[in-house]
Every structure is written in C-alpha cells, then in structure tokens.
C-alpha cells in the first residue's frame, strides 16, 4: 500500500490535478475535516486491532490458559465486537450529519445564480440575471455563495470543483441545485465526475473567482455584442465567419450567426482556454482546432471546417477581436 501511495504521489500536476484535501472554500473545507478525521478514526481502529493480534500470536502460552480464553473471549466479543463499533459509527453518523448541515444552502443574494448545462463534452453556462452566456469558463466574485444551477442535455454528467465543493450529478430533464464558494481570488479546475461518452476525461471547465469589482467589470464586458472588427483581415474573416458552417452551431451576439448547439462566441478571444479547458486560447491551438477537433478530440460533435490557409488565417484574426 505504502509502494503504491508513493508511486502515484508522482503522477499528479498540482495545476491540473486538484485535490480535494487542499480545499479553498468553506464547503470543501467541511468535507476535508470529515475525511481526516475518518481516516485517524480508521487509523485507530486498524492499529488496536494489528496490536491485539500481535499480542495474541506472539504471547508465550501457559497451562490453564484455554479455560482463562474462553471467559475472556465473551467479554472481548461483546466490547470489541459489539460496544466499540456501535460507538465508533455513532461518533461517525454525527460527524457525517453535522457536516451535511454545516454545508446545506446559505441564504445566497438572487443575483448569484448561475445555470450550468453540461452537453457532450463541454459546459453552457448563463447567468440568468446579468443576461450573459459564456462556455467552460465560469467568474464568479470571490468571498460570496454562489448557487449553480444544474442540468443536461443528454446523458448523466456531473459537476465538480474538487478545491470548492462536493461533487453532484447533472441528470437530463432535472435541475440539481449546488452552492459553492471560493475564499480567495483563483483559479480552481473543474472536471466532469461521471463517465459519459468518449471525451469524459476532457470534460473540464475553469472557476474564476475575482474580487467583486472585478467580476463586475468582466460581466460589464460580457454584455456587451461582439465588437465590429476594423482590420481589413479581420473583415475578410468575419465574412469568412458568416459564410461557413459554424454559423449553424455557433452564435456571436450583434451578428446573423445565432446557433445554439456550441459554445456561444461572442466573447471567444476573452477566455483562456479552448476545447473544454483542455488546451490553451492562443492563436495556433485555436486553428488546429477549427481545422480538426477530431485530432485534439477524438468523438467531439465539432466536425473539421474545410478551409485555404489564407481563409484560416483571416478568421483567425477576427476571432481575435471577439474580446
Ligand atoms: Cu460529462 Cu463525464
């Protein structure tokens, strides 16, 4: 066991592998004291019980001694068998409920509430009272509960931001409801907790938790249209934009590309990563990216777009300009 913790104490990158025993928020926080304190109390438990059996095997034996067991082990099946563990899960049933209460809903101001629906594999998220929509990044203001909204547009996905809170399932035709909150300004990973469908395991999105006058800024500028590019190349790619077939998936606010079925664009060029927080937006990941998802990944609804190079290169630097 000790051979194995070792060996994959190696594997994780603290930035990509969050853990749930460094939590950054209150509801994490409470679920972390539980799972220490079970595992000292389990601790206990397996060092007594190794103790007792070395003191049973090792002890040097005397004549008499198997009258003297015999008393003795009534009296050790009733403590050891029946006293100490109705204690000791007594003891863990009241951790375990204290902590249920200690995370149930705060009262969580109206405004603070986002709705997440997971498709495969990436993540809509709309804040229902500012009016804005975005995809895979989600600000919220550092310090405040936030309520999340969750559901599904197809199969059984789940939500998780194991620095902030416990995990829920998103399940189709169903809204769950999740509370979360981060301490401090950060960002912390998410990741989809349920196996569904090819690209589960690059099912991420990012929490971006701002002081306040921050995250209002970056809503100020959410909601605002795409801004009408200038450059000549930029102009040249808006048409190619509009004349392509992302236009039946993709929406950008301001212009006729309205679809519903990816990501919304509008603010594009604002977010920090691409494909469902699985690679970074700059400007060579995103044209591999449009010119085959399948390569980064495989299964993706996102069909490659066939385009020149000259005709790549102009949308990209109009996506650029989607700030
Ligand atoms: Cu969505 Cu796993």
């Not at 990509?16 to 220490?36: E, H, K």
């Not at 997971?118 to 804040?127: H, L």
């Not at 349920?194 to 938790?209: L, N, S, T």
């Not at 004349?243 to 950008?252: D, G, L, P, W, Y």
Request: proline residues 7%.
């Amino acid at each position: 066991m000790l051979a194995i913790a070792l060996l994959l104490a190696g594997c994780g990158d603290a930035a990509y592998a969050p853990s749930t025993l460094s939590p950054q928020g209150f509801g994490a926080a409470r679920i972390a004291d539980l799972w220490w304190f079970l595992l000292a109390l389990g601790g206990a438990v397996f060092i007594a019980v190794m103790v007792y059996l070395a003191i049973a095997l090792f002890r040097p034996r005397k004549p008499g001694d198997n009258a003297k067991n015999q008393r003795n082990g009534s009296r050790v099946i009733l403590f050891a068998g029946i006293i100490a563990p109705a204690i000791i899960l007594f003891v863990v049933f009241g951790f375990t409920v204290s902590t249920l209460n200690a995370i149930s809903t705060p009262s969580i101001s109206r405004e603070f509430t986002i709705h997440v629906v997971a498709q495969q594999w990436w993540w809509e998220v709309r804040y229902p009272y500012q009016q804005i929509e975005t995809a895979n990044e989600i600000h919220i203001p550092a310090g405040e509960p936030v309520r999340f909204l969750l559901s599904s547009e197809d199969v059984i996905h789940s939500f998780w931001v194991p620095e902030l809170q416990g995990k829920l399932d998103m399940v189709p035709g169903k809204t769950h409801e999740l509370w979360l909150q981060a301490d401090q300004p950060g960002v912390y990973i998410g990741q989809c907790a349920e196996f569904c469908g090819i690209q589960h395991a690059k099912m991420r999105f990012i929490i971006v938790a701002e002081p306040p006058e921050e995250f209002e800024r970056w809503v100020a500028e959410q909601r605002q249209p795409a801004s009408e590019p200038s450059e000549s190349l930029a102009l040249r790619g808006q048409q190619v934009f509009l004349s392509s077939t992302c236009i039946n998936c993709h929406a950008v606010a301001g212009t006729n590309a309205t679809g519903d079925l990816g990501p919304d664009l509008t603010h594009l060029a604002s977010r920090r990563t691409l494909a469902a927080a699985t690679i970074a937006n700059n400007r060579g990941n995103l044209g591999g990216w449009i010119a085959d998802p399948q390569h980064i990944k495989p299964g993706a609804f996102m069909p490659p777009t066939p385009l020149t190079g000259p005709e790549l290169q102009a949308l990209l630097a109009y996506l650029a300009t989607l700030k």
